[in-house]
């Protein structure tokens, strides 16, 4: 897109100071299209036109969208290439107890895969204590700890394999819980809660989806 537009851009700066001198010159030219400030001579500009966003259709491959909402997740998707299919995943936005955003988990279904049945990425804030890593439990049952892989400008990242058995527990369970210790507070711990609401049912439709025609 940049490339397109630069020899534009560059062909309109040469050809401006012409077109300005043409159009002092003829007193039929029509009115410009800004407002100005009689005051002082400045335009004020105009308002631009909102785009219409674009359909799944129109999306060039790569690009991630919402494809719809299972209870309490949402199906987030990439726009595959042309005759394949958009792999999804099911995303869901942690929030503390004052509704301030502070952490994110998506997770997949890894068929033939070996031990894990499902894939999470979490991502937790720039300032967690890598070293206590991060711990997953649901409703309030045996937790497992996990280490963060990597971090970026987004957060820090661990991604997460859960079994067969654990995927089930998601799917019986009403809610799970993160826990992570912030850097600041090394004493304390920051609990998040993941809803499970509509999560079988969006599992089960991600599992299906490679079976599509």
Do not use: H
């Not at 993160?178 to 809803?195: F, G, I, K, N, Y």
């Amino acid at each position: 897109m940049i490339k397109t537009a630069t020899p534009l851009l560059l062909a309109l700066m040469l050809a401006g100071p012409v077109i300005a001198q043409d159009t002092a010159n003829d007193d039929a030219a029509p009115e410009t299209a800004t407002e100005a400030d009689p005051a002082d001579g400045l335009s004020l500009g105009t308002p631009l036109e909102t785009a219409e966003p674009a359909t799944i259709e129109d999306l060039a491959p790569g690009q991630p969208y919402v494809r719809g909402q299972s209870g309490d997740w949402l199906f987030r998707c990439l726009k595959g290439a042309e005759g394949d299919i958009d792999p999804c995943q099911l995303y869901q936005l942690l929030k503390d107890a004052d509704g301030n955003d502070v952490a994110e988990i998506s997770m997949f279904p890894l068929p033939n895969s070996g031990r894990a049945a499902a894939g999470a990425t979490i991502v937790a804030p720039l300032e967690t204590l890598l070293t206590q890593q991060l711990t997953v439990s649901v409703d309030g049952g045996e937790a497992r700890r996990y280490p963060f892989t990597f971090c970026n400008t987004a957060g820090c990242v661990a991604r997460v394999g859960f079994t067969a058995d654990e995927v089930a527990q998601f799917k019986r369970g009403n809610t799970a819980t993160l826990r992570m210790v912030p850097a600041a507070a090394p004493d304390q711990e920051v609990v998040l809660t993941v809803s499970l609401t509509g999560f079988t049912a969006g599992y089960d439709n991600l599992v299906e989806i490679p079976d599509a025609e």
